[in-house]
């Protein structure tokens, strides 16, 4: 099965700079890399997505690359601020379903 | 876009008791519902697999006869937890995947069973 490992665990960062987390996955049949956010207690909420016929997109504050040929990919979060503090975990899908890396809790300081 | 119900939000149940969680897709056809355990400051765990009107498959260490999936039509999927111990405590959460497929996995709202 697919195995995704996710760093780093904790990262904290002044409000305004920017954010990078970075994922790595095992199984290169994998096709869909999403990114979710999750605030304790609730859901996970995608925020990002990149598929593996892709290199790079961008939404606004938020980015994601993909290197297929490493099998990682990175989250970036830009000009980041306070209502970015959350877990955020990656996940890649393989053979219809989503395997999670173990997250990353993210506080941004003001 | 995309909706999915799960109930009930919060339990308390005594130990030896059993639960039973419900998702329910309100606005398309969930073909297919996973099932996923998540500990405290711990990632998602999938504990099982579900598609319309076939049984479960359970991931590798998930106890079929404790953990019961129903997915009898498109729109509903429960789990029931069996003779629930303080260690099944944790937070449940469903997601779906409509008909066709595709790339979209929309989440429950999760369910925090507390077993005393």
């Known amino acids: 099965g697919e195995n995704v490992e996710q760093h780093p665990s904790t990262l904290s960062v002044q409000e305004g700079d920017s954010a990078v987390i970075k994922c790595t996955y095992s199984d290169s049949a994998s096709n869909y890399f999403p990114w979710y956010k999750q605030e304790l207690g609730k859901r996970p909420q995608l925020i990002i997505d990149?598929?593996?016929?892709?290199g790079e997109k961008k939404d606004q504050r938020i980015a994601v690359t993909l290197n297929k040929t490493a099998k990682h990919f990175s989250l970036h979060i830009t000009e980041t601020q306070p209502e970015d503090s959350a877990v955020y975990f990656c996940?890649?899908?393989?053979?219809?379903?989503?395997?999670f890396g173990a997250g990353t809790t993210v506080t941004v300081r003001a | 876009g995309a909706v999915v119900s799960q109930h009930p939000s919060r339990v308390i149940c005594k130990s030896g008791t059993s639960v039973k969680i419900e998702c329910r897709s309100l606005d398309f056809q969930a073909t297919t519902m996973f099932w996923y355990r998540q500990f405290p400051k711990q990632s998602l765990m999938l504990m099982a697999t579900s598609n319309e009107g076939s049984k479960a498959t359970y991931e590798q260490g998930v106890e079929k006869d404790k953990f019961l999936i129903n997915h009898a039509s498109l729109t509903l999927s429960t789990l029931t937890v069996t003779s629930a111990h303080p260690e099944d405590s944790s937070f449940y959460i469903c997601s779906a995947r409509g008909r066709g497929g595709g790339y979209g996995y929309t989440f429950g709202s999760g369910t925090r069973l507390t077993v005393v």
């Open positions: 996940a890649a899908l393989d053979d219809y379903k989503l395997s």
């Open positions: 990149i598929r593996s016929n892709v």
